[in-house]
């Protein structure tokens, strides 16, 4: 069966097109689609092209940019009980009408974000070889970097490649400076303090190191190399100081999420702390898309969130979002999920619909599942546009 896209062919006979050797050819190459474009294609590859015409659905943009998406001033955060309120009741709103809100006056300088995003694109612009070196698809790594992660399932490529990095509950081993460049003679540890009913408790920390001054990016750390032979080689690569403006974006990132999640409790009328409870903030996962500028943008997308809707009982709703392509670029976005990834002991926890929120006028519309579940069931499905949360349904 045959169909066209200004003049591409878009469905493909068995006997013509094997989709599946193609993906693994382009997977083998672990060029990424930047790693195509400084090839110089002027045509998609085959496994990028939707069957459904794109530029069709650009015609929707029309119509959502005359929606407004909700906008959440956190300027009033904290300061009186009435401005506390109407943000509660802002977040109730959005939640529950519009799975989406964007956040304004959230404390995180505008330096470390736009070094973030200049890390990912540094990332993504290095030359092709270095970057093959972090091309897995073993999702339980704590650093990866590859093109689609449903790639080998999905029935149609996205224009994109991205960087995976889990930075919480531990990120990885290379942001503890003393191990790296000692080649793990010296060891650094991570620690805690515990709070407690008494106090106020005061410390003072001091850390060796270079911050964001303007020219230190690119200065390179490794194991010192009087320490290396080859009875104890290298066990570290070096990483820039792009990586640690990660690690300083995290930390602002986590105290967001826990604001936001001691919001969205009262917003779903439960104490303060009853999601950080449930761990909702312990993991934190971040994902570096680039989006290079695409030859033929009309032909494919750049992307194609259930979690709020499991736990509520669909009563906060989750969105589906997509980037279209263009032929400029490069476009960078990076997004941060709140959850655990597969780190060991915490498989087995489980989640399902808040207790407090269930009734006989409202009984669970979902069951109970784990964490490894869960993601599980994320990375098998893939962005196929369908619900996540079909196999959890209880039946009716």
Not at 249 to 264: A, N, V
Not at 367 to 396: H, M
């Amino acid at each position: 069966m045959d169909g066209t896209n200004n003049g591409r062919t878009q469905l493909h006979d068995s006997s013509e097109y094997d989709r599946k050797s193609e993906v693994q050819a382009f997977d083998d190459s672990k060029v990424g689609v930047k790693g195509l474009l400084d090839a110089g294609i002027t045509k998609l590859p085959r496994i990028f092209l939707h069957n459904q015409p794109v530029i069709e659905k650009k015609s929707d943009s029309n119509a959502v940019n005359k929606l407004s998406i909700p906008v959440i001033d956190f300027e009033g955060l904290g300061k009186t009980a009435v401005q506390q309120a109407d943000i509660v009741r802002e977040i109730k709103d959005a939640s529950e009408n519009w799975g989406f809100f964007q956040i304004v006056h959230h404390e995180i300088p505008s330096r470390v974000m736009e070094k973030v995003l200049e890390g990912v694109h540094h990332f993504h612009e290095q030359d092709s070889e270095v970057k093959k070196k972090f091309y897995f698809r073993d999702v339980t790594r704590k650093f990866t970097y590859n093109t689609n992660y449903d790639l080998h399932k999905a029935s149609t490529a996205n224009w994109r490649d991205t960087l995976y990095c889990v930075m919480a509950p531990n990120p990885p081993r290379n942001s503890r400076g003393l191990q790296l460049i000692t080649n793990d003679k010296f060891n650094s540890v991570l620690h805690r303090v515990l709070a407690k009913n008494v106090g106020p408790r005061i410390s003072v920390a001091s850390l060796f190191r270079m911050q964001f001054q303007e020219g230190s990016e690119s200065r390179l750390y490794g194991p010192i190399k009087e320490l290396l032979s080859e009875e104890n080689p290298p066990m570290y690569r070096e990483p820039s100081r792009n990586e640690e403006v990660l690690i300083e974006y995290t930390k602002y990132i986590m105290k967001l999420g826990l604001t936001l999640f001691e919001l969205l409790s009262e917003a779903l009328q439960l104490k303060s702390d009853h999601l950080k409870d449930m761990e909702c903030a312990e993991g934190l996962f971040i994902t570096g898309h680039y989006y290079p500028a695409c030859p033929e943008p009309d032909l494919t997308l750049g992307l194609s969130g259930y979690y709020n809707l499991l736990i509520t009982n669909d009563r906060f709703k989750s969105v589906l979002h997509r980037v279209l392509a263009k032929n400029v670029g490069p476009r960078i976005s990076v997004a941060s999920f709140f959850r655990m990834h597969f780190q060991e002991g915490s498989e087995s926890r489980l989640y399902g619909p808040i207790k407090e929120l269930l009734s006989d006028e409202n009984p669970p519309i979902y069951r109970e599942t784990s964490r490894k579940e869960y993601v599980t069931r994320l990375y098998n499905k893939g962005l196929d546009g369908t619900s996540l949360l079909s196999p959890f349904k209880l039946q009716k």
